[in-house]
């Protein structure tokens, strides 16, 4: 069993800072890429920012320069910091990992934390 606990959510005036954390846990041999994804009202789920195990990142066009994602791989632990937020960044934020496990060491498999939510107030 491998479980995601996302912190760090919260709610800030547009042009603030959060800083969001997602650790895993459990049964994990080696974790390939971590991500955020966020879903806000009425819209789909869409990819914010993603990092590999080697630490190569990647970002959505309209977080480029305001987010930062890094990871600590001795703690498997992946962190999303976002300055200037606007209100259209409000969303449930998820983090999101691909997997080896100990049980199945040839298949990595994704896994999802809880969520949480980010509301921007303008």
């Known amino acids: 069993q491998v479980h995601l606990v996302e912190s760090g959510g919260g709610l800030v005036q547009a042009g603030g800072s959060l800083r969001l954390s997602c650790a895993a846990s459990g049964s994990i041999f080696h974790i390939n890429f971590m991500g955020w994804y966020r879903q806000a009202p009425g819209k789909q789920r869409e990819l914010v920012a993603t990092i590999t195990s080697g630490g190569s990142t990647n970002y959505t066009d309209s977080v480029k320069g305001r987010f930062t994602i890094s990871r600590d791989n001795a703690k498997n632990t992946v962190y999303l910091q976002m300055n200037s937020l606007k209100p259209e960044d409000t969303a449930v934020y998820y983090c999101?990992?691909?997997?080896?496990?100990?049980?199945?060491?040839?298949?990595?498999?994704?896994?999802w934390g809880q969520g949480t939510q980010v509301t921007v107030s303008s």
């Open positions: 999101n990992a691909n997997i080896f496990t100990m049980v199945k060491l040839t298949t990595p498999f994704d896994y």
